[in-house]
């Protein structure tokens, strides 16, 4: 599975952003497509992630409310839309694929991960 991450970049505090990923390969049906950003100096931190089904999701604190993220199963594609970004939203967003259950945040049960896209939140 490959996964190509883009969408990424500029944008003023309280803009939007909407990110993709396109999987390609033969990804599984049974499978979780996550986010995950890190910046600079952190440590790489869970964003958001949609299980295989389609009908959940999950979302850090820090992006709650904020945040919506999806997948069209028939495009292998998976989004993250982003609302009133703010400057500690900045960091480099990776998309993420994984076979398993449960412990979705925690980065390395996924398997795969995109080349990531920048996102930078200016005050």
């Known amino acids: 599975v490959q996964l190509q991450a883009f969408g990424g970049g500029l944008v003023q505090a309280g803009g939007s952003l909407r990110l993709s990923c396109a999987a390609s390969g033969r990804p599984s049906s049974w499978h979780n497509m996550g986010w995950f950003r890190q910046a600079p100096g952190k440590d790489r931190e869970f964003v958001a992630v949609?299980?295989?089904?389609?009908?959940?999701?999950y979302y850090a604190d820090s992006v709650k409310g904020r945040s919506t993220i999806s997948r069209d199963n028939a495009k292998n594609t998976l989004y993250l839309q982003m609302n009133s970004l703010k400057p500690e939203d900045t960091a480099v967003y990776y998309c993420?694929?994984?076979?398993?259950?449960?412990?979705?945040?925690?980065?390395?049960?996924?398997?795969?991960w995109g080349q990531g896209t920048l996102v930078t939140v200016s005050s």
């Open positions: 993420a694929y994984g076979d398993f259950s449960g412990s979705y945040s925690t980065a390395a049960l996924y398997a795969y």
């Open positions: 949609v299980i295989w089904s389609g009908m959940s999701t």
